[in-house]
């Protein structure tokens, strides 16, 4: 359990987030509990801090007391919760105006719904747009050196020099981004910085990005074309995968893909049996279609540098979202 920061207001840290006005217009916050430290100092002037256990339908279990979603005036959530049209269902009507993704992407709340019934909808878009890119970039490198496969079996007891001994270089080599927004910007610009070659792919063009960056518009088909490497950074779509097996087909043999957006983007099946063929040399996944991952055969696979969705998982990048979140619920 957490510290307890004795203010004006109640502030708590917990699996969804809750913020409440009791005097004046004071709010209260309830916050995660990895985020708590980045951020209650932000609200020294505004709460006072517990913690909030647990998350169950449109209620809160709250230092052993359980409390209705509804007497909250705003809720932030990470990437694990959901806020669907149930839990809307029960708080709407209410004091209850608005939800906060501590984070980037949004499919974990039903959107349009809250909208609808006058729930405002917020995430904290600039904050993780940094550690995102670099971990992509990290996957980078572990795919293009088997560094992942090469450090476990070390730890096995075992020197394969020579099995892991045909690494390529990223020096020269063609990036495809697809989805050019903060953090696409981000990888591109690490990608130039050592070397690559980058060309992007998105749906909206941004003016003058192409001019800032360096960096130029292209249509799918001539990215999956041309990429050595392609890294996914869009947010989740309907109508299936980004990265499907029949885009997968369209890409160069020993293409490397990367997905640090949303597990729904690639066609994990697709993927396996093209890692297995070799069309795919390699692949970098911070994110899986079901969350924790069950496709075992996938991130169990040599050639699959894996982590478990800890794209914006460091120190900066919660100290920013920390202070993003604040600057929203101090605006309310």
Not at 50 to 66: L, S, T
Not at 284 to 313: F, Q, R, W
Request: glycine content about 10%; charged content about 25%; some cysteine.
């Amino acid at each position: 359990m957490g510290p307890t920061y004795r203010r004006k207001q109640r502030v708590s840290v917990a699996s969804t987030q809750c913020c409440r006005r009791r005097r004046g217009d004071q709010p209260a916050v309830v916050g995660r509990q990895q985020l708590a430290h980045a951020y209650l100092v932000h609200l020294a002037g505004v709460g006072e801090a517990a913690v909030v256990h647990d998350v169950r339908g449109a209620v809160v279990v709250h230092e052993r007391r359980v409390v209705a979603l509804r007497d909250f005036d705003v809720a932030i959530i990470r990437s694990k919760t959901k806020l669907r049209a149930k839990q809307i269902d029960e708080a709407k009507g209410s004091r209850f105006k608005c939800v906060i993704r501590a984070g980037v992407g949004l499919d974990n709340i039903d959107v349009q719904y809250a909208k609808d019934n006058g729930i405002e909808v917020k995430n904290t878009p600039k904050s993780p747009s940094e550690s995102v890119a670099e971990l992509a970039m990290a996957h980078m490198f572990s795919c293009a050196r088997y560094i992942s496969i090469a450090g476990h079996s070390m730890r096995e007891g075992k020197w394969e020099k020579k099995a892991y001994g045909k690494g390529i270089e990223l020096t020269g080599k063609t990036l495809g981004i697809v989805g050019f927004g903060r953090i696409g910007q981000k990888l591109g610009k690490m990608a130039k910085a050592i070397g690559m070659n980058v060309i992007a792919f998105d749906i909206f063009h941004i003016p003058g990005i192409e001019e800032q960056l360096g960096i130029p518009y292209v249509e799918m088909d001539e990215l999956l074309a041309q990429a050595d490497f392609v890294s996914v950074h869009a947010p989740a779509v309907d109508g299936g995968a980004l990265i499907s097996a029949e885009n997968i087909a369209k890409m160069k043999d020993g293409v490397v893909i990367i997905n640090t957006s949303r597990g729904t983007n690639v066609d994990e099946a697709a993927l396996l049996a093209a890692l297995e063929s070799g069309k795919v040399r390699a692949a970098g996944l911070d994110v899986y279609a079901d969350e924790p991952a069950t496709n075992k055969a996938l991130y169990s696979h040599p050639m699959v540098s894996c982590t478990p969705h800890i794209g914006a998982a460091t120190m900066e990048a919660q100290k920013r979202i920390g202070a993003e979140i604040v600057d929203i619920i101090k605006s309310f």
